[in-house]
């Protein structure tokens, strides 16, 4: 990836978050969503968008969050009266046999496959376009329902070439995407084809594909020789080998595609390019696995302290207790109940958290800080252009629960 | 006093460093924003119309109304922006109207989900009924034939599933079919109760959607009078009457998009939402489950055998302990005590009611299966599988 133009200041863009931050409004988003039913999930959402956003600082200037959480509750009302007819659908298939029901939930699943892109599609809408950098907002035209097909088509079309296709379909998505983005009235342009990331995509394909046709091959010698009980063992090693290259090719995939997928990026003249190494990602990656140990042993230890305390009691009990005393270390039905769902909750909570403050955070900042504009002053020309069409919230995509940040 | 600020006037791209300085205009105050460098005006503010935007740690960035909507001004650094959060007071008042309209929508946002709740808990179980009563009959039936397959399947390979007497015109297979009439007689049900023996490990008896019932050999070992069968059997035939399978498949489904709106995880697959599913479908099974009671008990009041052997039996096979006391809430059958409590108010058999099964047939059913050849491998209850899921 050369940059051609060598006229024009290049610009950097930094990354001006802590991670303790994103912590504290994502530790607070989740204890509100305690008494409020779960209904604060569309302000904990708006905060972490405000913290991704303003703290993205492109040429000296940061981006601004414009959106609010009203507008993402509307549009998960939106999205309920697509799930309605889903739900009763599902209703009349649970009490189906055979092949109605196997019919049924194929086609369901397709719909929702397609609904998919759609959704998506809206999501990057509504996010372009409450994204303001130097008071002029973001914006994106185009079909959502075009995109939707053309990515249900080329989906199927991954099937039939077993994945060979991916490059030629990544690059028409992005193309879609990318030329229908638009800052102020200036046009985006995706300028990649699909060799941009045939490269590595092929070289990732071919190493798994060799390392899968080897573990068949394994199977099918052994299987057909003598010494069968030998089989179980290199069979696990063999599939654990896969599984450990699989997710080395993986980070090395998504640096490249960053890369190279971002470096084709063009609003008018100024260009986009990102550096992304995998071994950051891998870091990062890293990073996320020490957190998450550390989570679970932290979730353990609250979890012992509780079973400890019940199998003191269960110690200190008579020899032949009565059912009494027995069923009082568990208190009420009640307190059961409500310690399994709390101690489940706040599980969910912890894993998600962690995930977010390290592999969502850590790839944005991989991205943002990897990232320089070239010819960043031709921007200053761009002109605001008339209000947009109001876009309601997000509807299926924060139904589906899709879209990352 | 001067501040310096980044500044954009919402129409071009072309951000500026600009000095702020107050002015009195009017009966207010304007802030007057100059180039930093040529000193040219650039624009003036109505310092009461400013409102304070979302900015990262120690920056101050705000808007005005009545200009272009990415108009803004950005003061950096603790400082600066420490300064103009005092010049400007309307972006104190405006700060807080945003907070109390923000607590205000999420507090509403909540009554409303709440109120929803409430509905649903209070509503489901009376809906489900008559949602239940709507739905065609037929329809249960072949709901019905699906779960045997699936009873069938899961049962064969471990503990078995066969039927004990094929022959329909058995004396035993005829006293069971003359008993299930009689229990539904009157009821208008649509179904016709259809009751077999089947020989497996399992103690446990249960019915399905559409009229079919099960009666295990392993608890047909444990029962040890007819009136123990007749009750068992009646409470059963309970669950048919009342369609309880169907309305259990209701409100289960009415439950998923429940917990789906609160999770906002609209596919359902969470774990969570399984969980909060199954302790509030649980109520409903426990309720049923009462209702059934309710029935075997009238039926025995009006064919007299006696309602409380039903209790005997179960007593029997399945004892309350603290744990299952612990889990109340997440079991799908009232506890055996309260039951049993409940059976004895309702129980007074009728003394002029000739017995359901003659000596004769008790003996042709209890010895059905043959001799008791298996050992049941788990005391489960009567009843404690799922009858339709």
Redesign the interface.
Known sequence: MTVTESDGRIARVEF??ARS?LFGILTRGYL?MV???????F?QTTWKR?FYW??TVID???L??TGN??QL?VG?LF??AF??PV?IA??YL?????EIALIGYGVIGVI?WFLLGYALYRARDFRLSRT??????FNQHGNAWVYALRRFLWSLAMVVTLGLIFPAMCADLWRYRTNNSW??DRQFRWTGTWKTIAGPYYRMYAVLAVLAAGIVALVATRAGGADTDTLGPVLTIAIIGFILVAGLAWFYWRSREATRMFSEVWVGNARATVKVRARALFGQFALYLLALIGVSILLSAVAGVFMTGTLTQLAALPAEPT?E???????S??T??AL??GG??IG?AAFALVGEVFLGLGYWMLVARGATISDADS??????TA?DRSLVGEGLA????VGAY | MELTA?Y????????RDVICRLEPEGTGQAIVITDLQSRDELDRWNAADVFP?????H?L?IGVSGK?????L?FNGFEPARDATAALPALAVKHRQDRGK?YR??GL??AA??SV?AAYVVGVPLLAGSITDAMPPQ??E??G??VV?QVEQALKPEAGFEVCDTDPNSLANRAIARFAAEVVAGTGTPFKPDIQVIRTKIPNAFALPGGHSFYFSALLDKTESADEFAGVMAHELGHVVHRHGMEQ??ST?AT??LI????????GMS??GG??AA?IDTRFSRDAEREADRFSSDAAKRMGFDARALMTLLERVDK????S??????STHPLTAERKAELERLAAPDPNATPPFTPEEWQAIKSMCGAPANTPIAPVGPDKMNRNR
């Open positions: 001006s978050g931050e509100l008494p409020t039913l779960g209904i604060y999930r302000w405000r303003q703290n000296g200037d940061p601004e969050y959480a009203l509750l998960f999205a309920l799930f309605l739900y599902f209703f649970s009490t189906q046999a055979g929702i303001l950098w130097r008071g002029i907002r800052y102020g059912d005393q027995f069923a009082a270390l568990f208190g039905s009640w059961t109940i399994l769902i489940y909750l969910l921007l200053r020309g761009v002109r605001a209000e924060d139904a589906l629960n | 980044r954009t006037d919402g129409l071009v791209a072309d951000v935007l979302h900015a990262r740690r920056e960035r272009p909507y990415g108009a803004r950005s923000q929508l999420v946002a909540t989900l709440a709740v329809w249960e072949g709901l034939q699906t397959a498949l209701i489904s998923g998009l789906g709106f609160i999770l906002g995880d609209m596919t774990v969570a969980l909060g302790l309350d302990d603290g744990m006391r612990a889990f109340a809430l997440l």
